[in-house]
Structure formats: structure tokens, C-alpha cells
């Protein structure tokens, strides 16, 4: 097993679940009496990962009240955002905390995608990609923007929802990055003002021709907590 870092983003405001949680940022929102981020770090803690990053921004003094500097003996360091920077704005500022030169994952705070990290890391590593992008099957697309592949699984398009034909791919908000990778678009400057790692920066990436590849995850177990129908699913999904 691969010993890595990890940032969760864990900055959003849950809009959609402010008649369910009204006061906590949502990777906090209780599922069985723990919050969210609990399960999150259980699972990725049992995928090899030695170092949390917590990249928060709305109400964000829970997130550190309850965690405090590790958790299960796992340090975490927090990146706080004073304002919305976007994803991307948010990647940026956790990224300052990632210490070793080794690949690290991004994961987004508000999502459980059971992965199969070993198994990533060698498509990573075998396809010399510098960000890796683990996707998810789905028989439709009308809520999701959909990703192409090449045939070798290198990303060449984003697309719209409902674009494209079944089944489609759909990014399943885990990625494993090269730092080296971050730390040259940090440097030409793209990084101004709040910037959407979504909508902005994974097309410009593709545009550029970098090594942006896809991973397809065959374990289709997914659950998006920001979705109210999702949450309330969320409090059996645990139960094993």
C-alpha cells in the first residue's frame, strides 16, 4: 500500500442542505451521530494516507473544534479561506501544506467514492500521468458534465450534461496529482482571484495537452451528501 497525502476539500457552503444542517459547512453534516468527514477519513485512512490537509472556508471553526490536529493519530493541517476562492483557489492554498514530492490525492469533502487506491496508483504511475482523474459509470447524465477519453484514458473533453452516449463518465471527485504538476500552473500565474478547478482549469488543462488521464472505477458505490435525497440515503449507507 502506498503512503500518501491527502487534501479534502471541504470548503463548501451546502446551500442545498441548509433546511437539513443550517449551521455547519457541509462534510460535517451528522450521518449516525458522527459527522460525514469521520467516514471519509476511516476510508482514506485505510487506503494508506499519513497526512490530511482540510482545505475549509465556510463555518470552518467546527471543522477544527471537532478534529482539532489529527485524528486516529493522523495529523491534519487546515488551509482556512477567508473568502471564495473557487475549488481551484482552495487546491492552491491546501497545496502549500503538502510536504513530500510524492503524489498526493485530492478528494472532495462532501462525496464517498470507495476507490481502489493501490489500483490507481499503478494506472498512474504505468501512463506517466501527471493528474489523474478516477471516474465513475453511469447509465444517464442529465445532472453530471461528463468526461472523454481517448483510448488510452487520456482526457480530451469535458462535456455538457446529457452529452455524449451511455455509458457515460463522470467525475467522481477523487485525483491523484503529480506536484510538480500543480506547482507549474501555480507558477504561470493562472491563479487570480477565485477560480473553479471544475469549469476553469481541468478544460484549460486539456487544452494544453497535458497528461491528464481517467481512471474508470468499477465499484459504482457513490454518495453525494450535498444532494438532501443522498444524505437522508447516507445515515443506512454506513451500517455495514
Known amino acids: 500500500m502506498h503512503h500518501s497525502e491527502a487534501i479534502i476539500l471541504a470548503g463548501g457552503l451546502g446551500t442545498r442542505l441548509r433546511s437539513?444542517?443550517?449551521?455547519?459547512?457541509?462534510?460535517?453534516?451528522?450521518?449516525?451521530?458522527?459527522?460525514?468527514l469521520e467516514y471519509l477519513m476511516d476510508f482514506w485512512i485505510s487506503q494508506g494516507v499519513v497526512h490530511f490537509v482540510l482545505a475549509v472556508g465556510y463555518k470552518y471553526q467546527a471543522v477544527v473544534d471537532h478534529f482539532g490536529g489529527s485524528y486516529r493519530g493522523i495529523p491534519i493541517d487546515y488551509s482556512i479561506e477567508s473568502e471564495?476562492?473557487?475549488?481551484?483557489?482552495?487546491?492552491?492554498?491546501?497545496?502549500?501544506r503538502i510536504s513530500s514530492r510524492e503524489p498526493f490525492y485530492v478528494i472532495n469533502?462532501?462525496?464517498?467514492f470507495p476507490i481502489d487506491s493501490n489500483s490507481v496508483f499503478k494506472?498512474?504511475?504505468?501512463m506517466k500521468s501527471e493528474f489523474t482523474m478516477v471516474l465513475r459509470e453511469m447509465s444517464s447524465a442529465e445532472?453530471?458534465?461528463t468526461v472523454r477519453l481517448e483510448k488510452d484514458k487520456r482526457i480530451i473533453q469535458f462535456c455538457s450534461p446529457g452529452?455524449?452516449?451511455p455509458p457515460f463518465?463522470?467525475?467522481?471527485?477523487?485525483y491523484l496529482i503529480e506536484p510538480e504538476f500543480l506547482t507549474d500552473t501555480y507558477s504561470k500565474g493562472l491563479f487570480k482571484g477565485p477560480i473553479?478547478?471544475?469549469?476553469?482549469?481541468?478544460?484549460?488543462?486539456?487544452?494544453?495537452n497535458k497528461s491528464l488521464y481517467g481512471y474508470i472505477e468499477k465499484n459504482n458505490s457513490f454518495l453525494d451528501i450535498g444532494i438532501p435525497s443522498d444524505y437522508e440515503r447516507s445515515q443506512s449507507f454506513f451500517i455495514q
Open 196 to 208: 473553479s478547478l471544475e469549469d476553469v482549469l481541468f478544460p484549460k488543462w486539456v487544452q494544453e
Open 20 to 36: 437539513v444542517i443550517p449551521d455547519l459547512p457541509k462534510p460535517m453534516a451528522p450521518v449516525n451521530g458522527k459527522p460525514f
Open 84 to 96: 471564495p476562492i473557487g475549488t481551484g483557489g482552495g487546491l492552491f492554498l491546501a497545496f502549500e
Open 163 to 165: 452529452q455524449g452516449h
Open 123 to 126: 494506472f498512474h504511475s504505468m
Open 109 to 112: 469533502g462532501d462525496t464517498f
Open 169 to 174: 463518465l463522470i467525475n467522481g471527485g477523487v
Open 143 to 145: 445532472r453530471y458534465g
